[in-house]
């Protein structure tokens, strides 16, 4: 099983094109430093591949990835890229839908509450062009898929909120408990990795389901619950975006420190948090907590 992080940053990527803090002018002048918004890609064969959610940022991430590019032997139009699946309705998750929409049938899983939200938007309706375009698999908590070969994909719930986006008319026949999910993937060979991106709470139900996992990818948007609303008063809080920040006693680092054999790696890293400042206080209680930072462009091969 591969697992490929072709983008590890929160929504706005590093640099943000508005931002000035002290990481997004370190990326501008070192431009190997920048790391662009979320995304996953997991294959069990190296052959066929499964999106994790689709980032603003996809094109330029499949371009810079050779194993993900069109074939010249199947002939003019075809992929490697087997679907999607979608593991919240927040933007920086599905606006990368909109570039699939060049008549390639495209594969959603997603939960029927997310599904529900996209198809909602006229946007979408896009990748819906000429019959069989968009074909749709509903995910349901505990319930394992092979979307790809040698790989089967466990959805787990996490606690959830409506995305502000989504319309008030629709907002009442959703299901919260659809709008986050958590991913465990396990290989033919009995590997499993667990990819929670935005995670919410770590409840005792959720750390069985991770205890075992070989490696854990996990949401490291924020050191503080604080941090957003230090540096532009009036931003919602870590918690209040849902997720859990990395440090305190209570945060993520802390409460980790227990899974000794899972090799623990934090994504979806928001531009403001120090732990990508080198050298930061807080860069070196997660490397000495012998946890990683990730990286575009990092595999893991279990």
């Given amino acids: 099983m591969r697992l490929h992080l072709l983008g590890t940053a929160a929504g706005g990527g590093l640099p943000q094109w508005n931002c000035c803090c002290p990481n997004c002018q370190t990326a501008r002048s070192n431009p190997l430093l920048a790391r662009s918004q979320s995304q996953l890609a997991v294959s069990g064969d190296g052959l066929d591949w499964l999106l994790i959610n689709a980032s603003p940022d996809l094109r330029d991430q499949l371009l810079r990835t050779p194993t993900l590019h069109p074939r010249v032997a199947p002939g003019v139009r075809n992929t490697p890229i087997a679907g999607v699946m979608v593991t919240s309705a927040d933007?920086?998750?599905?606006?990368?839908?909109?570039?699939?929409?060049?008549?390639?049938?495209v594969s959603i899983y997603a939960t029927e509450s997310v599904l529900r939200v996209i198809e909602s938007n006229?946007?979408?309706?896009?990748l819906r062009r000429m019959p069989g375009q968009q074909r749709t698999c509903v995910l349901?908590?505990?319930?394992p898929v092979a979307p790809v070969a040698q790989v089967t994909i466990t959805p787990i719930e996490l606690p959830g909120s409506l995305p502000m986006h989504v319309p008030q008319a629709l907002r009442g026949s959703l299901d919260t408990r659809e709008m986050?999910?958590?991913?465990?993937?396990?290989?033919?060979q009995g590997k499993r990795a667990a990819y929670l991106p935005a995670l919410p709470a770590l409840?005792?139900?959720?750390?069985?389901?991770?205890?075992?996992?070989?490696?854990?990818?996990?949401?490291?948007?924020?050191w503080s619950d604080d941090e957003l609303q230090r540096l532009h008063p009036g931003t919602p809080s870590a918690s209040q975006m849902g997720h859990l920040p990395v440090g305190g006693d209570t945060g993520s680092l802390a409460l980790l420190r227990h899974l000794p054999h899972t090799r623990v790696i934090?994504?979806?890293?928001?531009?403001?948090?120090?732990?990508l400042m080198e050298g930061s206080p807080q860069q070196r209680a997660?490397?000495?907590?012998?946890?990683?930072?990730?990286?575009?462009?990092?595999?893991?091969?279990?």
């Fill in 91 to 105: 933007l920086d998750h599905i606006l990368g839908l909109l570039l699939m929409r060049e008549f390639t049938p």
């Fill in 122 to 126: 006229a946007f979408f309706s896009m």
């Fill in 140 to 143: 349901k908590h505990g319930s």
């Fill in 180 to 188: 986050t999910l958590g991913l465990i993937f396990e290989s033919a």
């Fill in 203 to 222: 409840t005792p139900e959720l750390l069985e389901h991770i205890a075992g996992c070989d490696v854990l990818l996990v949401d490291g948007t924020l």
């Fill in 266 to 275: 934090y994504t979806h890293i928001n531009n403001s948090n120090p732990i």
């Fill in 286 to 302: 997660v490397l000495d907590a012998g946890f990683e930072i990730a990286f575009d462009g990092l595999e893991i091969v279990l």
